[in-house]
């Protein structure tokens, strides 16, 4: 996996990042969810210099300009709820691209700490020859981004990937390496050293889908 920490340099990028953490700024969540398009919208552009490209002959009022374009279609696929606002992100950038959908989600058998991801729906467009930008803002234990890919495994040929993420934890990473294909992109904005009892992100910034529409049931 090759893997690119965008916070390792800093930029506009850290602001963003101390935001959606500050328990204090939390409480907008229209201010959270923006927080998260934006950071979507930074790391898109700089996933989108690693892709390939070609000329493209444009045609202006005064004549014709040579100009180095995307040649790859895009397939954004978001986690639900959570990726929603990071799924704008990306889609500001590459508004040209197709859109997929899955949900996953922590189902807790026995009402403890150990949970199982349960993935019930998936929606998506062929991916064959297309490059997937798989969208999770919280890259926690890495369970989830590992059951997801198993599931569109299933139902889809998938060639190319870039996994991206707001926050993650080096345990998360560490536990995604050997799951994707060697040839897999991370984009990262912000790492974290350690998951707490629950699996959370520590010190992380607390249920990115609760702060983004509301606590649920």
């Not at 954004?76 to 704008?88: F, K, M, N, V």
């Not at 807790?108 to 700490?113: K, S, T, V």
């Not at 062929?126 to 059951?147: F, I």
């Not at 699996?199 to 607390?206: E, R, T």
């Amino acid at each position: 996996m090759i893997i690119h920490h965008l916070q390792e340099k800093n930029s506009i990028l850290n602001k963003f990042i101390s935001e959606i953490r500050d328990v204090k700024v939390q409480k907008d969540s229209l201010r959270f969810r923006r927080n998260i398009e934006r950071i979507g919208e930074v790391l898109g552009y700089e996933l989108s210099k690693s892709l390939k490209y070609s000329n493209v002959s444009i045609e202006t009022p005064l004549g014709i300009k040579e100009e180095q374009l995307s040649n790859k279609d895009v397939v954004l696929c978001s986690i639900l709820r959570a990726g929603l606002p990071l799924h704008q992100g990306l889609l500001n950038y590459f508004d040209d691209a197709e859109n997929a959908f899955i949900s996953a989600y922590r189902h807790h058998p026995n009402n403890d700490a150990e949970f199982e991801i349960v993935v019930e729906y998936f929606a998506a467009p062929s991916l064959e020859n297309k490059t997937l930008l798989l969208a999770d803002p919280m890259l926690a234990t890495g369970q989830s981004l590992v059951s997801v890919y198993e599931a569109i495994k299933k139902q889809r040929t998938v060639n190319e990937i870039h996994i991206v993420a707001v926050i993650g934890s080096e345990e998360g990473i560490e536990y995604l390496k050997d799951k994707f294909p060697e040839n897999t992109h991370l984009w990262i904005a912000a790492v974290d050293p350690v998951l707490n009892s629950k699996g959370y992100i520590v010190p992380g910034l607390g249920d990115a889908g609760d702060l983004a529409f509301g606590p649920k049931l």
